[in-house]
């Protein structure tokens, strides 16, 4: 791509250079950052001296610039660095961010603003109001399109390997849309209940308020979302999508083959399910003891899969994956767990009593008659297995449970927090004690234990060492053994791996028979439930794309936007509001006697005030509310950065200024008082498209009866190291002055001044009005602001015009009329040191007397207040100078390359 | 959308521990404010210390949820302000 002139910025310099280049016929680029052009200009409320509208004169330059045939624009992208090409002209790189919305179809109707569930301070009306993380960025914006704010995935989101939209459903809950949120879950998985109960949470994990008090309860308020829902006496279904006519089986109804059974069902696929056991689930419904997860709750999602009409068959062993195919399956998905216990491998193993926890916990989850009163119970293992078949067996009425695990507390597999539960049952655990033997005659009626020394060897390959020496004998009537899963494949007839689970490509799931897949434990070996999950959202992804005769490419699952820094999140703000995390619910008891879930569901109020603390780290929460309300269907969030080099012959610099960041006067109280404001906030205070209703005090909403400009705040102040007058803020406040008076006719307003520096065609005309209309001027500089209990501010200023001392004099509001600021961005476009800066470090004129817009660097320029602070019309002016200079090097450059042409063009006719 | 709370909500909880807060924090409890406001407003129109004093936050935090909820639509302000001079706000239906 090559232009002619490439201008960066589009406040009103940035606009009038494309403009006047453009209609001298030359073809321009404009990069602009924001997702509009427009620039400061288009948010001020009336331009000095005339106090005609600003948007009126702004729009229709907005408007020329991006509809010029001569100009392109790129708004919502940034140029990243600009290297000369050595003849003259220059190569720019370019990134255009994306903006997550299809320009063409967004018609710019705000519905995904008004439905969007994240609230952030609106940048465009100087942080006096939200806007949202969809939003279109003004009223006038020109394009006036539609962007969503993404700084990336958020933490929680990120972690979540089912790939559910963690912060997505925790901000729907926050605006009280529990029914979305739970439909939000479900485009994961079907499994909203079980997993608001027995998902181990790693999202909660990397929650980023774990830095600060604690994590978020983000399974819980799955749990509550699922509960209101399946509580509900009208249940919606989910909608049952046309029939493709193509038909899939999945072995196995465990979390992976519920979840692919689900995804595809959902697709318009005809799905059975088989399964082996009697009732469905896999290890939710055989594994998890129902003080973990009520059957009640499996059967809710399930009912879930089985309302579009999957049908399962349990009792079903599938012995022959492939014969499936002969049966008329177009696919089939092997998703059939780890249900193969290992064995002990010690002496005794095979006494009577002896059994293995996936034996027993499958026994009491299904009603089976298991009998434990008043027997001793030694369960080995060290795992969640382990702790599960030992609470089960407490609440079966157990005299006693002892458990024994090789690695000590601190090492062992299950998570702390359910070691620390089952102490608080009663639970006697023998950590670090490994079983020598299970003693007794065909019954087993002891264990012999020795100490373990070691579990793991230097690789972290399990190779325990023991202290043989060291034993000790315990009592028992059963032993549980819980030392591992293991897939049990034999049947299927697939190709395996040394561990006995099915070899399947990790990136596609597909086995050696390209029409099977396979999916969760059985390839993975034993996993959590969220893993098992996200093996089955892939393997659905995948047998899609495998009968759609679309290749099977990993990456095109899901490619997540890298995960947000959780330190730049947390650098957001200054302050943080201590938020105390939710209390745990646990009930325990140090002899349970039945099956009562030992958690309960959050309240509303507790799961309202736990979404409230959610930072909304990736700011788009990813909720898809804007998706569901775009009557356009323009919501993208699939777009990524697109990054573009060109061709450029000149360069306009039109980066514009910073204001004066007012908290850095902290005699005036901004930030701490809240009827402290700026100029710019006053600005917006007045404009059309104000963020308030009135000007009215940010403190309380009162309409202020009299006000204090304090001029000078940043600008030839040595204090904060600007000797610089900044030109503009004496007459912009005095609009203010007029306009303040013209919309609060009873209000006072008095300015606080050094002195008033009206220099400008009828600007002294302009302040002498402002007097006339009421407007009083005190001499003097404002030494400190403090706040009264009623938000009234007693300004403390020297009377250096009247009687003179220190006098005090009380506001209701506070305008600090703040100074302009070098935007020091710029000179990081070019190569270190290469653009040379003012010494106030703003982009330096060559010779700014007789060659205004000239810069150190051939063939850039710059325009308006990037060089030193301008009103409008001298920005305007600028501008003019700058591009003219910028014709001039075009023309210069043509004329030194069109007789290279000619020459070559006359050396081809020869040849 | 059930935006409704449920009683005992968010009404009586005490004031934050940090008296001054981030404006991007106050901001964005709006939505978990929304709807204890629009409780409030459902007796009548009401100012902003008014509002305040019902749901037991500070009015510049309050100014930020009222005036947000005014441009997305969910309050109006009654157009004289009080002879104290604070503007009123009111429930509106939201259109979409």
Redesign the interface.
């Known amino acids: 791509m090559k232009y002619d002139a490439l201008v960066v910025g589009s406040g009103i310099g940035g606009m009038e250079s494309a403009l006047k280049l453009g209609d001298m016929g030359y073809k321009v680029l404009v990069v602009e950052k924001a997702p509009s052009v427009g620039g400061k200009m288009i948010l001020l409320s009336k331009v000095f001296p005339t106090l005609d509208c600003a948007s009126c004169i702004s729009t229709p330059k907005m408007a020329a610039t991006i509809h010029h045939p001569n100009i392109d624009v790129l708004t919502y992208s940034e140029v990243q660095s600009i290297r000369s090409d050595g003849n003259g002209g220059y190569h720019a790189q370019i990134r255009q961010n994306p903006k997550y919305v299809d320009e063409a179809a967004c018609t710019g109707c705000r ?1 995904c ?3 969007c ?5 609106d940048e465009f009306n100087a ?4 806007r ?1 993380a969809a939003y279109i960025a003004f009223p006038q914006a020109v394009p006036k399109k539609a962007v969503v704010d993404r700084a990336g995935v958020s933490p929680c989101t990120h972690e979540c390997p089912a790939g559910i939209k963690a912060h997505g459903y925790v ?1 729907r809950v ?7 949120a739970f439909e939000l879950v479900l485009e994961s998985t079907p499994l909203v209940g079980s997993l608001g109960r027995a998902c181990y949470a790693p999202c909660e994990e990397q929650c980023t308020r774990g830095e600060l008090e604690g994590a978020l309860p983000i399974r819980q308020l799955k749990r509550f979302i699922a509960d209101r829902r399946y509580g509900q006496e009208f249940q919606p279904s989910p909608e049952a999508p046309e029939s493709n006519g193509k038909k899939v089986a999945v072995v196995g109804s465990g979390p992976a083959g519920l979840t692919a059974a689900w995804q595809l069902a959902r697709k318009g696929y005809g799905v059975k399910i088989f399964e082996s056991a009697p009732q469905p689930g896999g290890m939710l419904r055989l594994g998890i003891p129902a003080y973990r997860l009520p059957n009640e709750v499996i059967d809710d999602d399930i009912a879930n899969v089985t309302s579009l009409g999957v049908e399962i068959a349990t009792q079903t062993r599938v012995e022959d994956a492939q014969g499936l195919l002969y049966d008329g399956y177009d696919a089939v998905l092997v998703a059939a767990g780890t249900h193969r216990s290992v064995r002990l491998r010690v002496p005794g193993e095979d006494k009577q009593g002896v059994t293995t926890a996936l034996e027993f916990l499958r026994a009491v989850k299904l009603g089976e008659d298991v009998d434990l009163a008043g027997k001793q119970v030694l369960v080995v293992g060290g795992g969640n297995v382990a702790i599960d078949a030992a609470r089960t067996a407490r609440r079966l009425g157990a005299g006693s449970v002892h458990q024994a695990s090789l690695e000590s507390c601190d090492e062992m597999p299950a998570h702390d927090f359910e070691v620390e539960e089952a102490k608080a049952e009663g639970i006697t655990l023998h950590d670090g004690w490994g079983v020598a033997e299970l003693t007794g005659g065909e019954r087993v009626q002891g264990a012999e234990l020795k100490r373990c020394t070691c579990v793991f060897d230097a690789d972290g390959c399990f190779a325990p060492e023991y202290d043989e020496k060291m034993r000790k004998q315990l009592e028992c009537d059963v032993v549980i053994v819980a030392a591992g899963m293991g897939a049990d494949t034999e049947a299927f007839g697939l190709e395996t791996n040394p561990n006995r689970t099915l070899k399947a490509d990790p990136g596609t799931l597909q086995t050696a028979v390209p029409q099977i897949f396979a999916a969760g434990d059985v390839v993975t070996g034993p996993t959590m439930i969220t893993q098992a999950v996200g093996q089955g959202r892939r393997a659905a992804f995948m047998i899609d794309r495998y009968l759609e005769g679309t290749e099977l490419d990993p990456a095109a699952f899901e490619e997540f936007l890298p995960r947000v820094d959780k330190l730049e999140v947390l650098r ?7 938020r105390e995390p939710l209390e745990s619910s646990e009930t325990m008891s140090a002899a349970p006697i039945d099956f009562a879930e030992t958690e309960a569901t959050m309240t ?2 507790q799961a ?2 736990s ?2 603390r ?3 780290c990736g700011v788009c929460s990813e909720c898809h509310a804007c998706v569901d ?1 775009c009557p356009a269907d323009a919501v993208k969030l699939d777009m990524r950065p697109e990054e573009m080099e060109v061709d450029v012959t000149s360069v306009v610099l039109a980066t514009g200024f910073k204001l004066f960041p007012a908290d850095a006067k902290p005699e005036y109280g901004y930030g ?1 008082y ?1 009827n402290v404001i700026t100029g710019m906030q006053m600005d917006r205070l007045l404009a059309p498209t104000r ?4 000007v ?10 009299n006000i204090a400009y304090i001029m000078c705040t940043g600008s030839r102040d040595a204090t904060v190291d600007n000797p610089l007058c900044s030109r503009i803020c004496c007459m912009y406040s005095v609009k203010h002055n007029q306009l303040v008076m013209g919309a609060l006719p009873l209000a006072d307003v008095t300015v606080h001044y050094m002195d008033v520096r009206a220099v400008g065609k009828g600007y002294d005309e302009f302040y002498q009005q402002a007097k006339d209309m009421g407007a009083v001027f005190i001499k003097g500089r404002v030494a400190k602001i403090t706040e009264k209990e009623d ?1 009234n501010l007693i300004v403390r200023y020297e009377d250096v015009e009247g009687d003179g001392g220190v006098v005090e004099a009380e506001y209701d509001m506070v305008v600090l009329a703040v100074g302009v600021q070098p935007n020091l961005e710029v000179a990081g476009l070019f190569e270190e040191g290469s653009l040379a800066l003012d010494e106030y470090f703003y982009v330096g004129e060559a010779d700014e007397d007789i060659d205004p817009g000239r810069t150190n660097l051939p063939g850039v320029f710059v325009a308006g207040a990037a060089s030193g602070v301008k009103d409008i019309p001298d920005s305007i002016l600028h501008a003019g100078a700058a591009v003219a200079q910028a014709a001039a090097h075009v023309e210069k450059l043509k004329a030194k390359e069109e007789p290279k042409a000619k020459e070559e063009s006359k050396a081809k006719v020869t040849v | ?6 009683s ?3 009404g009586n ?1 005490p004031a ?3 008296a ?6 106050i ?6 404010m ?2 204890r406001i629009l409780e409030v407003l459902a007796e009548g129109p009401l ?3 008014e509002i ?1 004093e019902a749901i037991g936050r500070p ?2 935090e ?3 949820w ?3 909820m ?4 969910y309050v109006a ?1 009654i157009k004289e ?1 009080t002879d ?4 009123q706000y009111q429930a509106v239906p939201r259109e ?1």
């Open positions: 519905q603003e008004m439905a569930n994240v609230a952030v301070p942080d006096m109001v939200s949202r901000a926050r605006s009280g849309q529990y029914d979305e957001r703000q200054d302050v943080y509001d201590r509303e109020e309202l005030d979404t409230a959610c930072l909304d309300a701490r809240r963020p308030f209703n009135s009215v005090r940010p403190g309380d909403g009162k309409v202020p009866d938000g | 959308m059930s935006a409704a709370l449920g005992g909500s968010n909880r934050p521990a940090v001054n807060r981030d404006v991007r924090e901001i964005r409890d709006e939505h978990f929304r709807a100012t902003v210390p305040a009015t510049h309050v100014v930020f009222i005036m947000g005014r441009k997305y639509g302000e302000a104290e001079g604070y503007f979409l």
